[in-house]
Each structure stands twice: as C-alpha cells, then as structure tokens.
C-alpha cells in the first residue's frame, strides 16, 4: 500500500482558546490512497505525529503541538484527516520535526493568465437588417453557420475567443502522479470553485522536487503546478450532423451510399442529415431544420472536488 497524497484542505489553522489557557489550533487534510487502508496506516503515514512541531507563524514566539489525529474515511481510497494542535512555548531546544514539515503548511501560490482560441463557429448571431445604421442593428438568436441554401461554408466561419487561465501551486509530500493522469485532459461533471458543471478543463498537473535548508536541516517536498481553464461556455460543441454518405434503406435492409442530388448525380460536398444516418429532405433543411450532435471536447468528465483545490475569492 502507498499513500499517494496529503494535501492541505483548510487554507490556514482554524482555532480557538481552550480552558486551560491554551491557544488550540486544527489542520485538515485530504489523504488519498491506492488501496483500501486502515486508520493506523493513515495516522503513519501522514505529515504530523503525535507530539509533532511546527511553528505557527500567525503567532509571535509561538509553537505547536498535535495532541490529536481524526482521520475520517470518504470513500475508499480518499481519507480527511484533522490533526489538533496545542500552544507550546518555544525554548530553542524543540525537536528537528519543529520545522520538519513546515513548507507543506504554506499558502498556495495562485496567478490567473488568459489564453486565445482560434476555432470555426458552428453557431453564430446575424443582423436583422443591415441596411440600417450599425447603432440601430438588432440581432438574432445563435443560429447555424450556413449560406442561404442552408449550406456549410467550406472553410467555416473563424472565430477568436480568450479564455482564462487558473495556475494554482502548493507544496505535497508527494507527486500526486496517479491524480495526474487521472484529471488531465477532463472536464468538471459537478460545479466547482463556485462554477458550474462542465466550465472547467484540467490542462496539466506537473511536480518539481526542491530541496530546502530549514532550521531543523536540509528537507525535499514536491512543488505540485495545477493548470485549470475556464470557458464560460462549457466544453461542449454542437456538431452539424451531416457527410459525404448517408444510409439508404431499401429492400429491408441498410446500405451505405454517396449522397446523390435528385437526378442521382452525385453531390460534390457533404450534405445535412437527418440525426439517423439518412439524407435531410430539401424541405427541412429549407425550414431550418438542421439536426446538431453534442459532443464534450475533452476526455471525458470527473469531480474536481477531490484536488482539494480552494483559492482567494
């Protein structure tokens, strides 16, 4: 068994006075594993022990101690742990551990960036009248791409959107490599950092191994780059459904043929379909009723949730 991962849920100790006089501060953690565990294994495993150090630098001449471990299993192979921690004055004579796990404690660092899109537009808005002065036009409904015998443009009609870009980077004890795969590529199924379902795309998770001199000696941790994008838009395309060749149903049985023209001449570009394979009859398509397939540009969708992923509003 291997613990892929502890990282940081709460953002910063979150604390009270007890009745002894003690300053009492918790952590939360998110642990995930790559098999069922125990509690044991993920008390052993995670960043504090019992009687653990680390400075609370909220608080002048003041460290901690964890008196407490909770762990509290999610699901399988995902765990929250909460460790308790007590104020304990600092002598000078604290233990290498003082200091030991610090880096993994500190803020993540968060830059938003934008990026530029270059893609045909399948949909687009069109001018009432355009005879009319620009400051007087009105505007359609999204509608199809097409000229005015409902026919796609050939080279597409080119469109230039900006997209913004979340670059989000914390410290982990460990490369969350199994996470990696696992999110890049996917798009949010659920909302997400107060967004909706299907607005964000994980573009890359990567890890740099640094090594760092501390008080307490020489200590390494992994610094985790998550990039995230958000399109207001969703992730999602609508398709003409339409092609070279359609299904023709004849003597029982389907059969794949080029569309043809009426004169069973065949076509020289692909034609709109009826969402079942077969040619759209010359009625619809002049009644603009032209058949669109959905389709998730991405790899597929997953929960963000589990990144444990928070950021200033």
Not at 39 to 49: C, E, H, V, Y
Not at 67 to 83: A, C, F, H, N, T
Request: proline share 6%.
């Amino acid at each position: 068994m291997s613990i892929l991962s502890f990282t940081r849920k709460t953002s910063s100790g979150e604390g009270d006075m007890g009745l002894d006089g003690a300053d009492r501060r918790s952590l939360t953690f998110t642990a995930r594993t790559d098999v069922i565990t125990t509690i044991d294994a993920i008390k052993a495993g995670g960043p504090f022990q019992q009687g653990s150090y680390f400075v609370d630098r909220g608080a002048t001449k003041l460290s901690l101690v964890c008196d407490g471990i909770k762990p509290k299993q999610i699901s399988d192979l995902v765990w929250e742990v909460q460790y308790n921690f007590s104020s304990h004055p600092i002598t000078g004579r604290e233990p290498a551990g003082a200091y030991q796990t610090d880096p993994i404690l500190r803020l993540p660092e968060v830059s938003w960036g934008q990026e530029e899109v270059h893609r045909p537009a399948q949909t687009a808005y069109r001018v009432v009248d355009n005879t009319l002065d620009p400051l007087e036009w009105t505007w359609t409904d999204p509608e199809a791409v097409v000229n005015s015998a409902k026919g796609r443009y050939p080279q597409g009609l080119p469109r230039t959107r900006n997209r913004s870009v979340l670059n989000y980077t914390r410290n982990e004890l460990t490369f969350p490599k199994y996470y990696a795969g696992l999110y890049m590529g996917k798009v949010n199924s659920t909302s997400w950092l107060g967004d909706q379902a299907y607005q964000w795309k994980c573009k890359s998770i990567t890890g740099q191994w640094v090594w760092e001199t501390l008080p307490s000696g020489l200590v390494g941790y992994w610094k985790v780059a998550y990039v995230f994008v958000f399109d207001p838009v969703y992730w999602i395309e609508d398709v003409l459904d339409e092609g070279n060749f359609a299904l023709d149903y004849a003597n029982g049985a389907y059969s794949v043929t080029g569309v043809k023209t009426p004169k069973k001449v065949p076509m020289a570009g692909p034609v709109p379909l009826d969402g079942a394979g077969a040619q759209l009859s010359g009625d619809l398509i002049q009644a603009g009723s032209l058949i669109y397939r959905t389709y998730l540009d991405g790899n597929g969708l997953i929960d963000f949730n589990a990144l444990a992923i928070t950021i200033p509003p």
